[in-house]
């Protein structure tokens, strides 16, 4: 198939990644976990997993359950995404380019050998061996350089500071649970 990028991962920072990929002209199929989870959900791509489909300035992400169901998707100039966590589906396609844009901070078993082109953002990688590119998250002046040689930043464990905030600004769940939502983040409530 011409011009297709699997994407593995659909979180917040990916759908940047994967928005852009689509405004270029390229067909797009994110692979997914079952039960994925994001910093920004409004603008995740990896809701599309919940809801069936989710929409980013635009353009959408269809949850789709078959590859026959691509050629549809594509034709439609929507983005595809399937539940793969282990990137079966990268074998039988054989796209040209690979991203891992998990951002698991190590990574997740992309290699160099699934395409001619890899990619893996973040930490966790090593430009030339891992992969082709790396690209550079961590905020600051370094982000979004293309590595050709070695890793990204190592991940420092501290969140980035936003008007003076950092740590304190993330909550962790004191206990192992599931959360469930009875209103949206955008909902108005009394």
């Given at each position: 198939?011409?011009?297709?990028?699997?994407?593995?991962g659909?979180?917040?920072?990916?759908?940047?990644?994967?928005?852009?990929?689509?405004?270029?002209?390229?067909?797009?199929?994110?692979?997914?976990?079952?039960?994925?989870?994001?910093?920004?959900?409004?603008?995740?791509?990896?809701?599309?997993v919940?809801?069936?489909?989710?929409?980013?300035?635009?353009?959408?992400?269809v949850?789709?359950?078959?590859?026959?169901?691509?050629?549809?998707?594509?034709?439609?100039?929507?983005?595809?995404?399937?539940?793969?966590?282990?990137?079966?589906?990268?074998?039988?396609?054989?796209?040209?380019?690979?991203i891992?844009?998990?951002?698991?901070?190590?990574?997740?078993?992309?290699?160099?050998?699934?395409?001619?082109?890899?990619?893996?953002?973040?930490?966790?990688?090593?430009a030339?061996?891992d992969?082709?590119?790396?690209?550079?998250?961590?905020?600051?002046?370094?982000?979004g350089?293309?590595?050709?040689?070695?890793?990204?930043?190592?991940?420092?464990?501290?969140?980035?500071l936003?008007?003076?905030?950092?740590?304190?600004?993330?909550?962790?769940a004191?206990?192992e649970?599931?959360?469930?939502?009875?209103?949206?983040?955008?909902?108005?409530v009394?």
């Amino acid at each position: 198939m011409d011009n297709l990028v699997v994407v593995r991962g659909g979180g917040d920072i990916a759908t940047g990644t994967i928005y852009k990929l689509a405004r270029c002209g390229f067909h797009i199929l994110v692979l997914e976990i079952a039960h994925p989870s994001a910093i920004r959900r409004n603008v995740a791509y990896s809701e599309a997993v919940y809801d069936g489909q989710k929409e980013v300035e635009g353009i959408e992400c269809v949850l789709i359950h078959s590859l026959n169901e691509l050629e549809s998707v594509f034709k439609h100039n929507k983005i595809a995404m399937m539940v793969d966590p282990q990137g079966t589906f990268i074998d039988i396609l054989k796209p040209e380019i690979v991203i891992d844009a998990i951002l698991a901070k190590k990574n997740m078993g992309t290699s160099r050998n699934m395409a001619p082109i890899t990619i893996g953002l973040g930490p966790g990688f090593n430009a030339g061996k891992d992969v082709d590119i790396v690209i550079e998250t961590m905020r600051g002046h370094r982000l979004g350089r293309l590595i050709e040689e070695g890793p990204a930043m190592k991940n420092t464990g501290i969140p980035g500071l936003i008007k003076g905030y950092g740590k304190e600004r993330v909550i962790h769940a004191e206990v192992e649970g599931t959360v469930h939502q009875i209103k949206k983040i955008t909902d108005t409530v009394e």
